[in-house]
């Protein structure tokens, strides 16, 4: 595993040789590299982790298809009572009455 000390870089650690600035330059690329593939390879086992665990592929127990083997009697429920309802009411514009003259209008399209 790497070593991920956690302490910060300041410009007075840098080098002053531009050789050995350089050489740091292209480790800390190195390191950053490494550590970029590890947070996909991270990314990727967390989204594998979260299928695995959630959805219907994720219902894979030992002895669990003969939960659904016996079968079990289940009592019939009793009918719903009648309710009797006396009346109900529309809400929104009232019809129109029955005896008002309809005509039909044809439109030229």
């Not at 990314?43 to 594998?48: E, R, V």
């Not at 016996?70 to 029955?98: E, F, M, N, Q, S």
């Amino acid at each position: 595993m790497l070593d991920m000390s956690p302490a910060a870089i300041t410009a007075a650690d840098l080098p002053l040789e531009p050789e050995a600035l350089q050489t740091f330059a292209l480790e800390q690329n190195r390191l950053a590299c490494v550590l970029w593939e590890q947070l996909e390879i991270l990314q990727h086992q967390l989204a594998q982790l979260n299928r695995a665990g959630c959805g219907a592929r994720s219902e894979r127990l030992a002895g669990q298809a003969e939960l659904f083997d016996a079968t079990t009697d289940l009592p019939i429920p009793p009918d719903p009572a009648k309710v009797p309802v006396t009346g109900h009411t529309r809400r929104g514009r009232p019809a129109l009455p029955k005896d008002l003259p309809r005509t039909r209008v044809a439109y030229d399209l």
